[in-house]
């Protein structure tokens, strides 16, 4: 029963581990969805005037929608390694179907929320019936009153209007929230369409087979892991040594202890071996012989980014 359970877990580990890009985008949409459920509660207060709506409404869709798209776009590895290599050595290695794939990549990861919030937003309708409610056109409301304009129209979202509007104002409502909603399940028609879209080429256009390209996500995932695992002991032993120098002695725990006596370090990696292995990478091979990462084609010798006689470049970005 042990051995099952465990056999399971495994399972589950490797699922969740090769979806992790999935997963990730998934927990972005949900506290995305949370966030727009609180603004809505919590902020959201239509000015109930005219020209004052249009602006609110839209500000309360597309502003947040920005912040969340250049939020994501901070957050991107990719984008930091973009400027890395432009700041080190340029992107003219880079074709151009290389450069239109990495942006491709960086805007498409970073567009998960900012959507997620536009689509929620127009679900909900309040929004929408808030910059819009004063632009319906009185003639097309059966017997509405002639002495009242854009201004009691704008008043609706808000519900503080004569009792005679009330059946007026929930007929906006309603045909505004439908329009809203329909915009709604259009953007996620759109955008479902573009990620099988995406998701095609992208599979079509691949140089690589399917298990060639799980192994490479392994792969990439275990080299940061251990990367960063070293990163910290290794910095955490060199501060040890210094700080040794400095006082003549160093207070240490017993773990780092055992760290200082097992992995000693002498000294540390120049500027160039660090800019060698730091940058976008995309998928290339030598010789017929596949490099998976900066890293790895460091450790193998191989100079240079661009396409070679003996290096092939394969447009294939590492996700």
């Not at 689509?119 to 097309?140: D, Q, T």
């Not at 519900?159 to 915009?183: A, G, H, M």
């Not at 202890?257 to 940058?279: D, H, R, Y």
């Not at 091979?285 to 490099?291: D, H, T, V, Y």
Request: net charge positive; charged share 20%; with cysteine.
């Amino acid at each position: 029963m042990a051995a099952l359970v465990a056999e399971n877990f495994r399972f589950l580990s490797l699922f969740f581990k090769s979806k992790d890009v999935m997963i990730f985008n998934g927990l972005v949409a949900l506290g995305t969805v949370g966030s727009e459920e609180l603004f809505s509660v919590v902020a959201f207060n239509c000015p109930c005037s005219p020209a004052r709506n249009y602006i609110y409404g839209l500000a309360a869709i597309g502003v947040p929608a920005l912040a969340l798209f250049l939020i994501g776009v901070i957050w991107n590895n990719h984008t930091w390694n973009l400027v890395a290599e432009c700041h080190k050595r340029g992107t003219k290695n880079f074709s151009t179907a290389a450069t239109f794939l990495l942006f491709g990549s960086i805007m498409g990861r970073a567009a998960v929320a900012p959507v997620t919030w536009s689509v929620i937003s127009l679900l909900r309708g309040e929004a929408y019936i808030c910059a819009l409610s004063e632009f319906v056109k009185p003639s097309s409301l059966d017997k509405f009153p002639a002495e009242y304009g854009a201004e009691m129209l704008a008043r609706f979202p808000c519900k503080d209007i004569p009792s005679n509007l009330t059946k007026f104002r929930d007929e906006v409502t309603r045909r505004l929230r439908y329009e809203s909603q329909l915009f709604g399940w259009l953007l996620i028609g759109i955008v479902a369409v573009l990620v099988f879209l995406t998701k095609c080429l992208k599979h079509c256009c691949s140089p690589l087979s399917y298990r060639q390209e799980a192994y490479w996500s392994q792969y990439r995932a275990n080299e940061d892991k251990l990367f960063r695992r070293t990163a910290e002991v290794h910095s955490r032993i060199l501060a040890a040594n210094n700080v040794k120098h400095f006082f003549g002695f160093v207070a240490l725990d017993k773990e780092e202890k055992e760290l200082v006596q097992e992995f000693p370090v002498e000294g540390v990696q120049p500027s160039p071996q660090w800019n060698a292995i730091t940058g976008v990478y995309i998928y290339r091979e030598n010789k017929g012989f596949p490099l998976y990462s900066r890293l790895h084609k460091w450790a193998k010798g191989v100079e240079g980014n661009g396409p070679t006689p003996e290096g092939h470049e394969m447009l294939f970005l590492a996700s």
